[in-house]
């Protein structure tokens, strides 16, 4: 038995070589030229081709309640398209403000991805308030190997958390080293400014970015990084969307000994046009923070290859046009935020940055792989290819060429916000701890064996 991965070139965070992958078991045990596989042995033949870590998605919604709608995603389908997109471990977030408490929303989520995950999983946990039960449980979630907390400074009255929480949650995260995630926007500033577009008579999804705009996404900002800074808790601040966000952040650095910043695929390859569209079209790209212009894109890009934004997800969080982005139609304020990309993340960030000159391979290995897996507490098990490490494998095809379709596309939502985009580059074998999960581009695993990683 065993698997081996030859002739390609391996590709990691540090360097790329033409090298051999052997796996046996669940974990790669040698790295090296010229392997001679033991008769039986399973062989991928990956000459002319690259040969990463597993990707690591470091923030997906695979499940996600919210109060008059949940996004159309489920951990068996969300789980399948990350695996035919190059992604083996995606990181959730436990807890979507409805539960009663922590154990609750561990409970729910445990439910949901237990036997249905595909791929393997990871969780933040978030939190809406800090008490003594928060503390207890918290605790008892650290000493399990929890990593995370995820807070949002916006959407009262179900998610958003007050500065005086907000303090305890970092003072607990400062004294248990264990990293704060944000959701950076003012929960009270945009419900005012909603109201005042519709005051205006703006009503169509174009009022979305209208009432979110960048300044109010780099208060968040600043007031996140300056309690983390004041505390000395680890911040991680989620979907960073515009260069005026970057700089604020960028204000911070060297005031606090761990910041990290994390933007999405979609901020670098979408603009605010999309969510302009007319005739309501616009609904399927209202996402917050919103989309950009395009001098945000070129920023965020700069930022992705220097080093100042550290990882690559997606938020993914996908729903139906009809019946679900609909329920705005003649009130922004009521569409339901989100997109889906687990399957697309990595064939767009091949195609726009890699192909396009923006960045290395190896960063690439970096934002998508070994960065969520260093930040969160699972490299070198996670996000690197090495001995030792779990053999979470994609042989990654520059060659392929696709073009990005709702007909062709695994999830079951009624349209694509990636629809026509041409990718050069595509995942051709997938593997999750030794096992193959995608074959020639298709599906090709056992589903559900997925494992909770912390
Ligand atoms: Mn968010
Ligand atoms: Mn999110």
Redesign the pocket.
């Known amino acids: 038995m065993g698997l081996l991965i030859r002739g390609g070139e391996v590709v990691t965070a540090s360097g790329r070589r033409r090298a051999d992958v052997w796996c046996e078991g669940e974990k790669i045990t040698k790295v090296a030229a010229g392997i001679e596989p033991p008769p039986g042995a399973e062989v991928v033949e990956a000459a002319g081709k690259l040969v990463f870590p597993g990707f690591v998605d470091p923030h997906v919604h695979a499940y996600l309640p919210l109060t008059n709608v949940s996004a159309k995603s489920d951990y068996a389908n969300c789980t399948r398209a990350a695996l035919l997109g190059g992604t083996t471990c995606l990181m959730d977030f436990a807890g979507s403000g409805l539960e009663a408490d922590l154990d609750e929303a561990w409970a729910v989520w445990t439910a949901q991805a237990e036997g249905k995950a595909s791929c393997d999983y990871a969780w933040h946990l978030t939190v809406t308030q800090f008490d003594d039960t928060t503390r207890r449980q918290l605790e008892g979630y650290v000493a399990r190997g929890l990593k995370s907390i995820k807070i ?1 400074l ?1 959407y009262k009255p179900t998610l958003a958390i007050g500065d005086a929480d907000l303090i305890r949650v970092l003072e607990f995260a400062a004294a248990h080293d264990i990293v704060v995630m944000a ?1 950076c926007e003012n929960a009270d500033l945009i419900p005012a400014l909603q109201r005042k577009r519709l005051a205006e008579g703006i009503t169509g999804p174009e009022g979305h970015a209208l009432s979110r705009p960048p300044m109010v996404e780099a208060e968040g900002v600043c007031r996140f990084l300056t309690f983390a800074a004041a505390t000395g808790a680890k911040a991680y601040v ?2 960073l969307s515009c260069a005026e966000a970057l700089s604020m952040a960028d204000r911070f650095r060297g005031k606090m000994k761990d910041l990290f910043i994390e933007t999405m695929i979609h901020y670098l390859v979408l603009d605010r046009s999309y969510a302009e569209r007319p005739d309501f079209e616009g609904a399927k790209w209202v996402l ?2 919103p989309l950009r212009e395009t001098g945000d894109q070129a920023a965020l890009w700069a930022a992705l290859a220097d080093g100042r934004i550290d990882t690559l997800g997606t ?1 993914h969080c996908p729903f139906d046009f009809e019946g679900q982005k609909t329920l705005g139609r003649g009130d922004f304020t009521k569409i339901p935020n989100g997109i889906g990309g687990v399957e697309e993340r990595m064939a767009l960030a091949w195609t726009a940055g890699v192909a396009a000159g923006r960045i290395t391979p190896e960063r690439l290995a970096a934002v998508a792989a070994e960065n969520p897996a260093k930040i969160f507490g699972l490299f070198p098990r996670k996000g690197t290819i090495a001995p030792g490490s779990d053999a979470d494998l994609v042989v990654w095809d520059p060659a392929a060429r696709r073009t990005i379709s709702v007909k062709t596309q695994s999830l079951d939502t009624d349209y694509n916000p990636y629809e026509g985009f041409e990718t050069a580059g595509a995942p051709e074998v997938v593997t999750v701890r030794g096992e193959i999960m995608v074959r020639g581009g298709r599906f090709a695993g056992t589903p559900g064996r997925g494992r909770l990683v912390l």
Request: cysteine-free; proline content about 12%.
């Open positions: 949002y916006a959701h989620v979907h917050s923070p938020d």
